[in-house]
């Protein structure tokens, strides 16, 4: 079955830099878009990103233009999300997603969601 | 893009039918048939409920159903359990950037 762990909560001051993992098991890891999704506490859920794993493209949220990285390692099946110049608007639940339907026909569909990673930015 | 519009919250009594509306606009819901809808109990990644208006995903209760009227998307849960407590938040792809595009999000409590 599909599987996504992310790693665990990062606890960082404001300027730093935090990069979030997600590995992925259970079907094959260039076949499908991945997507994340944060959100603050108490708040709603907002879209961050998305990568084909297969080629390495991206697309990212204007909010976070010149800020976001998102890569991913087929050796391994996993997703990397770093996240630079971090300020306290950055403290979130960090969630990588899996879109439905192989890259070539994308559903816009987002069934598959990993744990969370909890970040949180204070002085 | 701004944040799709829900209720902030809905409540009802066991066995009850509840709808949650999700207005956003011609750019986004009135403009793709692209709307999902997920539930997210406290601490727990959002689960997919609805997908494409009105679509269910293998194994999601037939109490759960979603229909869409021009720029409104809404979301019934009929027959109200106990297990439906939770936040709800529709979302729409928007063709544009950002693509997708969340709800405020909504409170459902069983009385």
């Known amino acids: 079955q599909v599987q996504l762990v992310q790693s665990g909560a990062e606890a960082k001051t404001p300027g730093a830099s935090v990069k979030v993992s997600c590995k992925a098991s259970?079907?094959?890891?260039?076949?499908?878009?991945m997507h994340w999704v944060r959100q603050a506490p108490g708040q709603g859920l907002e879209w961050v990103g998305i990568?084909?794993?297969?080629?390495?493209?991206?697309i990212y949220a204007q909010t976070f233009q010149g800020r976001l990285t998102m890569t991913r390692d087929t050796s391994t099946s996993t997703l990397y999300m770093e996240l630079s110049s971090l300020r306290s608007e950055d403290t979130a639940m960090y969630y990588c997603?899996?879109?439905?339907?192989?890259?070539?026909?994308?559903?816009?569909?987002?069934?598959?969601w990993g744990q969370g990673t909890l970040l949180t930015v204070s002085s | 893009q701004s944040a799709l519009t829900q209720p902030a919250s809905v409540s009802g009594s066991p066995g009850q039918s509840i709808t949650i509306s999700c207005t956003g606009t011609?750019?986004?819901?009135?403009?793709?048939?692209?709307v999902s809808w997920y539930r997210q109990h406290p601490g727990k990644a959002p689960k997919l409920m609805i997908y494409?208006?009105?679509n269910r995903p293998s194994g999601v209760s037939n109490r759960f159903s979603g229909s869409k009227s021009g720029n409104t998307a809404s979301l019934t849960i009929s027959g109200l359990q106990a297990e439906d407590e939770a936040d709800y938040y529709c979302?729409?792809?928007?063709?544009?950037?950002?693509?997708?595009?969340f709800g405020t999000g909504t409170e459902v409590t069983v009385l």
């Open positions: 997603v899996r879109e439905e339907g192989f890259i070539s026909a994308p559903t816009k569909i987002f069934q598959h």
């Open positions: 259970g079907y094959t890891f260039t076949s499908y878009n």
């Open positions: 990568i084909n794993p297969s080629s390495g493209f991206t």
């Open positions: 011609s750019n986004d819901v009135g403009g793709y048939n692209y």
């Open positions: 494409d208006v009105s």
């Open positions: 979302s729409s792809y928007t063709g544009s950037s950002p693509p997708y595009v």
